[in-house]
Nanobody
Framework: QVQLVESGGGLVQAGGSLRLSCAAS????????MGWFRQVPGKEREFVAA????????DYADSVKGRFTISRDNAKNTVYLQMNSLKPEDTAVYYC??????????????????WGQGTQVTVST
């Protein structure tokens, strides 16, 4: 089992920045490829970004490309999501996920085995 705990969410004005963190514990050797998703009420969970186990490969949704950066510190078992130039449409609960078996499937939420509890990000106008 892998436990994931997100932090760093909050309220920010449009154009501002936030950095989310996701700390993994338990069988972290199983965390492997990790991803960030987001969800607003009434909508499906949406892929945001993913990073390979080594950190050498990343993938981003078109809506966040150039504004968000995913990274990881394997010594700390932590994945980060640096969010810049935030827009009101980025408002959502952001979830960290782990356990997907193939990087080719990182955009599919059902491929992940482990999820955090989520952290709220609210971007005001």
């Amino acid at each position: 089992q892998v436990q994931l705990v997100e932090s760093g969410g909050g309220l920010v004005q449009a154009g501002g920045s936030l950095r989310l963190s996701c700390a993994a514990s338990g069988r972290t050797s199983s965390s492997g490829v990790m991803g960030w998703f987001r969800q607003v009420p009434g909508k499906e969970r949406e892929f945001v970004a993913a990073i390979s186990s080594s950190g050498g490969r990343t993938d981003y949704a078109d809506s966040v490309k150039g504004r968000f950066t995913i990274s990881r510190d394997n010594a700390k078992n932590t994945v980060y999501l640096q969010m810049n130039s935030l827009k009101p449409e980025d408002t959502a609960v952001y979830y960290c996920a782990a356990g997907v078996k193939s990087f080719w499937r990182v955009r599919v939420s059902t491929e992940y085995d482990y999820w955090g509890q989520g952290t709220q990000v609210t971007v005001s106008t």
